[in-house]
Each structure stands twice: as structure tokens, then as C-alpha cells.
């Protein structure tokens, strides 16, 4: 793993504007990957951790929380466990020491035999539990590909997670990641079919609510999200997931709202910070002013197949000068085509997200070029 620094334009910082009142508010972070290491897709991650760690530094400038060693940070898609594993010690100090707010992955990714047992899926989620916890960051139960493979209903879900939560040693986030993230978590909780899905993950909520800080919903499916919310015990948050339907979502309506844990909250970060100030002031109607015209970018980005919208979320990093090149672990920077990655500099250039436009505009052009384009 490389520390070799970026030459990034951002500078490691303190924290600045506080964490919102009304609301809590995760970005789902992205890694920096390191382009001159000499690696190939399937190897081990390469990281250019000083701008991967500045990155987090601006994140919590805005009063966000980290959401660490996500999907949003390739996990599982070029993010190996040992990176992963170094990633929350790094980030978790970091955030120990400015102040910051940080909640990092709990999976079983380490597992790489063709088949495991439910034995060995509870003893990697153990695993991954204590590092986080002994890094001092709050954990996020992923889902697991692993558990998805094996279970063949629910009960395995009931009994893996109940585990995990009695001895957790504080309140966790569960994280529940719909197929359109990734198509290996088809039929998670036990079955396809998603009100039976939703029954046993209440079920598993309802008997250990003192261990639930709140879940993280990631399906896309604003109206699905809003019931789950109702039915929540008291005291356990909604975190949306849904990077389409967020604004909404995060205002609410007379019966609750949604907390936010966000991979497009990555590219958004200032704007997103302001909005929920207004929040704070009871300002709804300025809040969905300021945030409503960003679904459309967030939108493109999140497009089927949703997955590959980490390439989009490094383009803008790197056209904002949060780094200075546009390569990504696994070589994922080649997901989307050039038409996506145009349109999506153009989308945010409208929403003014960029410090300096004639740096982003540079920098798009410089990207045409390599396709062989003038513009």
C-alpha cells in the first residue's frame, strides 16, 4: 500500500462548521487511488492516502460525518479488506483527533475460499466488528455477499445478526443495500420478495433496539423507505441511502423524516452542509430549494448500472481539485463512457459545485482529449 501524496490542491484542515442540529448527516467517502503504482485490477488496492485523508478533512470541515470504507470507497470493487482494514485505523485517527464524526463497514469481504460456512461469516463479521470498534469508530453492519450465498431463508439472518448486535459494544447502524448497488445481494434477509425481507429485518430490529442506532436504506424505493420509517422502535434513526429521492426524504413529513448517509453527499458536501442548516432553522421550504436541483446530477451519477456511480464521484473530485488525477483502484475510472462523464461535469457545473470552474473546465477538456476529442 503507497503513501505517496498527491499534490492535491485540498490541505488537510480542522473542524470548521459544526455538525447539523436537525439532522445527522453521513458522506459516504471515496479513496484516492495512487497512479503511479504498479498494480493491475485484480491486485491489492494501491492508496494515495494523503489525499485520501484530506478528503475526509473536508468532509468534516462541513460539519459531515464520515461513512468509511463504504461502497462509496470501492469496497468489494477493487477495495480489498487489508486496505480496507488500514483505511478505518487511518481515518479513524484522523477523526479522533479534529473532532469528526466517523462510522466505518462491518462485512466479511476478508473471506476468499469459493464456499464458507455460516460459522466462518459470523467469525468474519466478529473480525471486522472489533477492528472497528478498537479503532474507536461506530460500526455499519454491510450487508454480506457471503451471508446472500449461503443463508437459504431467514433464519440464518436472524441468528448471525442477533450475535453480532448482542455483543456489539455500542449502537450500530444496519445497512441494508439493494441489488441495484450490487447484484450479489439479491434476496437479502431471506427472500426476494421485499415485504417478507422487510418483516424479518424489523424482527431483527425490534429485538435488539438498544443495539440499533439506526439503518441505512439503500433500495431506491422512496415510498418502501417512508413505511420501514414508521415502523421503526423509538429511538432507532432512518438513515437514507436513496440518491434519488433524498431532499425528500431528509425533510420529511408530519409523521418523521430521515437521517442521511449518502454517497452523493461525497460531491455535494458544501451544498449539502448549507442545506441542512436551514433545516435547522426550521427553513423546509429553503432547504428543498437549495437541494431539490441536485437530484438531477445525482440522478445521472446513480444510473443503471447503479454500482459504476463511484466513477462519476471521483471525475467531480478530481475536476474540483480535491486531487489531481482521475484514476481509481481497480481501474474503475473506465466504468462510464465519456458521454456520462460530460454530462456529468456539465450537471454540476450548473449547481456552481466547483471552486474554481476554469480548473474543472481545464481538466474536462484534458479528458476529452484522451478519448481523441477537442472538447
Known sequence: MSGRGSGASSETVTMGTPPAASRTVFAAAH???DPFADTAPEGPAAIDWDATLAFRHHLWSHGLGVAEAMDTAQRGMGLDWSSAAELIRRSAAEAAATGGRIACGVGTDQLIAPEVSLVDIRAAYEEQLSLVEGAGAQAIVMASRHLAATATGPEPYVDIYGHLLRQA???VILHWLGPMFDPALQGYWGSTDLDLATETFLQIIAEHPAKVDGVKVSLLDADREVQLRRRLPEGVRCYTGDDFHYPELIAGDAHGFSDA???????LAPLASEAVRLL??????GFRKLLDPTVALSRHLFQTPTRYYKTGVVLLAWLAGHQSHFTMVGGLQSARSLPHLRRAYELADGLDLFPDPELAAARMRRLASVYGGTE
Do not use: C, N, R
Not at 448517509?261 to 460531491?267: E, K, N, Q, R, S
Not at 435547522?280 to 421550504?285: I, L, Q, V
Open 31 to 33: 479513496v484516492v487511488a
Open 261 to 267: 448517509l449518502l454517497g452523493i453527499f461525497d460531491p
Open 169 to 171: 459494544a455500542a449502537p
Open 280 to 285: 435547522d432553522s426550521g427553513d423546509t421550504g
